[in-house]
Nanobody, 118 residues
């Protein structure tokens, strides 16, 4: 089973940008759906963005127009570019592989903290 490792989190001021990465130990070509989820303090984990075969992308309404999901097959890595960050974007961000359009798969990264604060 592949292992997923997130990187790139940290502290960023409101309005700033940050890119988080998720590197897989195996080729990502085998996965039809790869996604980002997040969990804010005291809240349930929620869907953020998804990229599917054929390069289809989908986003939660709360991040649409600000976040962009992408992937690099040569590096077996997916990315989440986050712009115009807001304090409510503060959360632990998790990558997830192998899910469907409506539910996550069983393969999760360990999570990485993104804090938006001045």
């Amino acid at each position: 089973q592949a292992q997923l490792v997130e990187s790139g989190g940290g502290l960023v001021p409101p309005g700033g940008s940050l890119r988080v990465s998720c590197a897989s130990s195996e080729s990502i070509r085998r996965y039809n759906n790869m996604a980002w989820y997040r969990q804010a303090p005291g809240k349930e984990r929620e869907f953020v963005a998804r990229i599917s075969s054929g390069d289809y992308t989908g986003y939660a309404d709360s991040v649409k127009g600000r976040f962009t999901i992408s992937r690099d097959f040569s590096k077996s890595t997916i990315y989440l570019q986050m712009n115009s960050l807001k304090p409510e974007d503060t959360a632990v961000y998790y990558c997830n592989f192998g899910g469907t359009c409506t539910s996550p798969g069983r393969l999760w990264g360990q999570g990485i903290l993104v804090t938006v604060s001045s």
